[in-house]
């Protein structure tokens, strides 16, 4: 891919699919593992998954026209 943006290192987040979504990117897959077994056992019950970041995906396609008479467009 030719938009450097794009380009992240490989990590995976913990989710469980009955509380909050996800927002801490684990750099290591042991990581996530060991935070995922943190978790379950202070939450007898219920389920955390580890899940990996395979690909991502970006539309860039705004187009922005300012007709103001001190924008650059020009007349």
């Known amino acids: 891919m030719s938009d450097n943006s794009l380009r992240y290192a490989a990590f995976w987040l913990v989710w469980n699919p009955g509380g909050r979504s996800p927002y801490f990117k684990h750099d290591t897959e ?3 593992i060991t935070e995922a077994e943190r978790l379950a056992r202070t939450n007898p019950g219920e389920t955390f998954v580890v899940v990996e970041a395979v690909t991502a995906r ?3 396609s705004m187009l922005r026209l300012d007709f103001r008479a001190d924008s650059d467009v020009p007349f």
């Open 30 to 32: 042991a990581g996530a």
């Open 58 to 60: 970006r539309v860039d």
